[in-house]
């Protein structure tokens, strides 16, 4: 079989063995990356005088035709194709004869593979940054439409004191605009070209990777061979921006199953983005909220896979290397399925603000706003506490509601009982970044600037 090491071995490869070697069923998506680092490598390689100008014109056109027989799906791969790269430069050997047979000049698949799989890198973080954008602009608009709508916020899962719905879309879109963050810092540490790295040490022939990495685009190129075919950094960047990124949208599909169930009622998802059950006819299941709470474990997973695979690798290039590419395909696509359907489903959802109000006007709620009565007459906090934590309990025993037991009390005096008043506790969240009306207004203009400048580094 015609591998493109074939010279030095007698016979064919083991089954096997190919079956576990070969990458090309994952690594053919890169295509595009590979043909572009190709033509690069060609112009290249006829400036410095390696090839002819005819040459490199027919590798040109020979790699234009591959690069269109794999867009349009006409390209027959061969079983002796054991990865992309083989693959596309048997096609182009093939079209181009003996000009073909030069494409390989002074490269190594070792900086190749680095290379496409680095451009594949840039795209792929630039469109999921740009999907965690969108995101966030639907978590924008819905804290937009959610005016003073209030909820209990909770602690430990136990109501705490009530907050704007908008202050808690935004608390997820914040966590979301660092994860942008994340996912454009590691695109510029990707953002180096390995070509002309060679196999491990670099070429003896002339060379120009300053010339390969400005034609590709890449902001710079390796400093050193060695290190530019054996970097896998920028994928377990990649993969640990992706993961945290899936820990938090995990956490909104949380949010989300628990905040449909008939026991919170706080929403009502969209038929489109809810699912039934085969046996019980009156369900109607969160199963996109699941996903996304679930998805994160495979998120985690791939990125300690990852880490194990690089850890202890001696320098330079080692084929453990190529368990690379599976993991960060397979992040992306579950980050950007996540993304659409969460994106579809809170877009669409219908939040029960009655509910929520009812549910966050518990007179407990202002159990802190009396005590900061108390401050605010000149008393301590922590006898203050102890003061409402006191009137609360006479309250749970049945001594009275709390809101007679407060308008009776001479310590906290008679406008007190007003904080009980429903909607009274959100709106005395004043202090910047508070749950507040007040501050909730100057967050989301800071929240647009936000967004507007996470838009300018895309
Ligand atoms: N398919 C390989 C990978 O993904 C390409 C590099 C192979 N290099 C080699 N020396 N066998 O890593």
Known sequence: MATLWH???????????????????????MFQDDIAGSRAHVR???????????????????????????????????????????????????????????????????????????????????????????????????????????????THLQQAQPVLLAHHLLAHGWALSRDVDRLLDARDRADVSPLGAGALAGSSLPLDPDGVAADLGFAARFENSLDAVSDRDFVAEALFALALLGVHLSRIGEELVLWSTDEFGFVDLDDAFSTGSSMLPQKKNPDIAELARGKAGRLVGH??????????????YNKDLQEDKEPLFDACDTIRLTLLALNGMVSTLVFQTDRMAEAADSPYAAATDLAEHLVAAGMPFRDAHAVVGALVRAALVGEGSLADLVAADERLGPEAADLLDPGTAVRRRTTPGGAGPGPVAVQRGRFSEQLAAQRTRL
């Not at 007698?10 to 053919?28: I, K, M, T, V, Y």
């Open 303 to 316: 990125l300690t896979g990852l880490l194990t695979s690089l850890k202890g690798l001696p320098l330079a």
């Open 44 to 154: 290249m390689l006829a400036r410095v005088g390696l090839m002819t100008e005819d040459d490199a014109t027919a590798v040109l056109e020979a790699l234009d035709a591959t690069e269109a027989e794999m867009t349009d799906g006409s390209f027959t791969f061969q079983a002796s194709d054991e990865d992309l790269h083989t693959a596309v430069e048997r096609r182009v050997t093939e079209l181009a004869g003996d000009a073909g047979a030069r494409l390989h000049t002074g490269r190594s698949r070792n900086d190749q593979v680095a290379t496409d799989l680095r451009l594949w890198t840039l795209r792929e973080l630039t469109d999921l940054s740009a999907l965690v954008t969108s995101f966030q602009d639907t978590l924008a608009s819905r804290a937009d439409d959610a005016g003073e709508a209030y909820l209990p916020g909770y």
């Open 7 to 29: 010279g030095r071995f007698e016979g064919d490869s083991n089954e096997a063995l190919q079956a576990l070697n070969d990458s090309l069923p994952f690594d053919r998506r």
